[in-house]
C-alpha cells in the first residue's frame, strides 16, 4: 500500500510539473497565453473555468435576411436556446413562421406564449424601436448579409414564383430582367423587396434609393454598424462563427452547424462579369453595405489575431466532421431532394418547379439518444418553428396552471389571527392607578 501512495504521489508531482512547464512556457507569449485559455473555454480542459472569462450571453436578436445562410445560424440558435432552456420569441399563428413579413416589425406579432424572450430570430422587416421595448436591455444584436451578385442570383431563382417582378420576365430570364430592370420592377408591390436592395430593406432601410444617392448609403451604413455589435459575413461564415463566440462568450459546442437550406447544383446559374456588375448597380445600397461590412470584418478578424482565427477555424471543422460521423453511421451526409428524404419534417420547403433545396436523412444504423441529437442540426426552419412554437406553449400553459393552483391554495388557506404585541395594547390601556 504504501509503494501505491509513493507511485501516486510520484505521478502527480509530475504532472503538476508538467502543468507548470506548460504555463512558464506560455506566459512567454500572451498570445498563446489567450489561445490556451481559448481552448479552455471551448470544453477541451478539465481544469477550472479561466475566472477572467465571461458567463455565456443569452438574449440575442439575430435579423434573418434572405439568401444568406441565415437559416443554418438560426438552426443553430434554436438548438443553443433549447439546451440551456431559453424562451425563442415565435410569430403569432397569422404570421405563420415569419414575424408578418415584409411588413415592419411590431411587439404584436409575437406570440404571447413565447415571452418573456430571450432570443428572436425569425424572418422580420427589422425595427430597432419596436425591439428594444420586447427585449432585455442587454441583448445583443447580430446579422448576416452576403455578397449581393451571387445574392441576388439566387433570389431570382428561388423567388421566381413569388415576387411579382420575377414573374413578369419572359421565360424567366435573369439577363433580361438586368437588361432592362425598370421594365418589370413596381417599387410598391408588396414582394417588391425581393427584386432590389433586399438586404436594405430586411435592415429597415430604403430599398429604392438611387445608385447616385451615397450620402444616404453612408448614413444608412451608420445606422446599421449602430444597431448591430456584428454583421456576419456569409461568404466567410466560419470566420464570422469564430467572431460570434467570442462576442456572445460562447463554446465551440455553440457554434457546431450543418448547412440547411441550400439549392442543388443544377439549381444554380453562373454568372458573367457584366451581369455582376449590372447586379451591384442594380443593388447599389446592398452593395455598400456589403464592401463596407466586409472591410469591417476582417478588421474584427485581425484585431481577435488572424492565427488564432485559424486555429479557431480548423477545430470548429474537426468537430463538424466528428458530428457527420456520429449522425450518419461514419459517412459523410448525402444530400437529397425533396421527396427522397423518408421522414417529412426533414424536407425543406421548395419555393417552386424549377429550383431543389437539398437537406438530410439519417440513416437507420444509429442510436435513439444520436437520432434525438442529430435530428436538431438538420431540422428545416418550418419544422423546428413548430417544434418550439408546442413545446413552448406546453411549458407557458404548465406554468400557468401551476401559478393558478398556489394562487388557488393561498386562498383556501385559513387566515391566522393576528395576535398584537404588548407594546401594541399598551398605549390603548387605561393608565395604572397612581400613574
Known sequence: MRWIRWKEKRRKK???LIVAVAV?????????????KEIFHFGYSTLPSDPGLKPKQTNIVFLKTHKTASSTVQNLLFRFAERNNLTVALPV?????QFCYPRIFKSDFVHPHTLPANIITNHMHFSKTALQDLMPNNTIYVTIIREPTSMF????????????????VLNGSLEAFLN?????????EHDSMYARNCLTFDLGGDKDRPPTDVAYAQAFVAEVERAFSLVMISDYFDESLVLLRHLLSWDLDDILYLKLNMRAASSKK???PGLSAKIRVWNSIDTYLYDHFNASLWRKLSALGLASVSREVQLLQQHQERVMRDCFGGNKPVFAIGAE????ALRPWKPNEDVD???????ANISREMREICLKYIMPELSYTEMLHRSQSQRYLENRRIQSLRKTQDLQQPKQPILLRDSQVRPNQPPAPGA
Open 357 to 363: 433545396i437539398v437537406g438530410y436523412d439519417l440513416p
Open 270 to 272: 453562373s454568372l458573367t
Open 93 to 97: 399563428e397569422s404570421c405563420r413562421h
Open 24 to 36: 512558464s512556457l506560455a506566459l512567454q507569449q500572451s498570445s498563446t497565453l489567450k489561445w490556451i
Open 180 to 188: 432592362n430592370p425598370l421594365n418589370y420592377y413596381r417599387p410598391k
Open 153 to 168: 442570383e439566387s433570389l431570382f431563382t428561388y423567388c421566381r414564383n413569388i415576387c411579382q417582378s420575377f414573374k413578369r
Open 341 to 344: 428524404i423518408k421522414n417529412p
Open 14 to 16: 509530475t504532472f503538476v
